[in-house]
């Protein structure tokens, strides 16, 4: 993926994972020199990161999950910040 678009199928870089961090009390993105705290909204956006869901599956998700409309803004800016960070390919 070279940017985020509708059609982009984000996933995360190899060399992340997710996972919730009992000591943390909250889900991290952990890598090979520390880890991320992540707030709510990044957690989920990020589980949804497989691979197979497009950015507009993710959206569309997350819209029916919170009940919220209008999220496509929020989440592209989210997307394409974890990409220039390199936590999605």
Do not use: H
Not at 10 to 23: D, G, K, S
Not at 52 to 59: L, M
Not at 60 to 65: K, S, T, V
């Amino acid at each position: 993926m070279s940017a985020v678009t509708d059609t982009a199928c984000p996933r995360l870089a190899p060399m992340y994972r997710l996972q919730f961090e009992p000591a943390q009390d909250c889900w991290v993105l952990l890598y090979p020199e520390g880890l991320v705290k992540l707030n709510v909204p990044a957690t989920e956006i990020l589980k949804r990161c497989d691979g197979q869901a497009s950015v507009t599956d993710i959206t569309a998700d997350l819209e029916r999950a919170f009940g919220q409309t209008d999220l496509r803004a929020d989440v592209n800016e989210f997307l394409q910040s974890a990409y220039e960070r390199n936590w999605i390919v």
